[in-house]
């Protein structure tokens, strides 16, 4: 396997969609190519990262703005 | 904290007063989702007038079909979708500088097929909650820089928690291409966060 072709299928090997042979010639790859295994890793991390940004949100979410309140308010009425 | 809001336990009879038309229930429903709405706005909406405007078209969205919304989801869930919903028509509508192509953001290829450049480990497990803060607000703007088909479908897929089928139903493509994207754009996201990550022994 190449590192081209171990980048292109990354995500179904992530999303558990693999045959088991490929996912086994998959992970031969990490075992052989440290900045793959290295790559892999950050990938994951990519979008672990992007998942944080929602869960910070939602354990403290932001008050809202009394004038944002009005706002909606007075828009319901004028319509 | 959003201390005035209550627990969701409630929304069923939320529901009521808002179906009776009582005008207290409206306030109600904004108090009570307006922070968390405004939070997913302020994902897709940079400008926080824009992501407020978003918030407004969601709430005045919401009001007009609260008859049709049927109880299969939760409240919650209905309005995130609305709220997802209005920012993406806000952000259809902000001009926006020319974009970098998705092919130049892509890992290259030397000829036997290894990577250019090979990738390091990073270092995210060592951050202190003050480079964690920093490295959100990156995150964020480096997912704005994307090219838009693939910012959006990077947001609705793993900021926003949509599955595949969601996410083709609400962008009006196929199911195959939020695949492809979304492989495409967190392949972009990574090479331009690894500059910020990539551990320093590795320079």
Known sequence: MKCRDFVEFL?????????????????GHI????????????????????????????????????ELVSAILAARHAR | MATDAKPASDDP??????????????????RRYGGRLLAVARR??????DARDAVQDAFLAAFRSIDRFEGHSLLSTWLHRIVVNASLMRLRTRRRKPEQSIEDLLPGYLEDGH??????PWRTDELDPAERNELRALVLERIHSLPDGH????????????DTEETAEVLGIS??????RLHRARQALRELLEPHLREATSE
């Open chain 2, 13 to 30: 009879q939320l529901l009521a007063r808002l179906r009776a038309g009582e005008e207290q229930a409206y306030e109600e429903l904004v």
């Open chain 1, 31 to 66: 075992g052989d190519c440290p900045p793959c295994g290295n790559y892999l890793e950050s990938y994951r991390q990519t979008v672990r990262l992007g998942r944080q940004l929602c869960e910070a949100d939602e354990q403290v979410p932001p008050e809202v703005p009394e």
């Open chain 2, 44 to 49: 897709f909406l940079p400008v926080e007038e």
């Open chain 2, 115 to 120: 990577l250019e450049r090979p990738a390091s």
């Open chain 2, 151 to 162: 910012r959006n479908v990077i947001l609705l897929r793993d900021i926003e928690g949509l």
């Open chain 1, 11 to 27: 995500m179904e090997y992530l999303d558990g969609t693999l045959a088991d042979a490929e996912r086994q010639v998959f992970e």
């Open chain 2, 175 to 180: 199911a195959g291409a939020v695949k492809t």
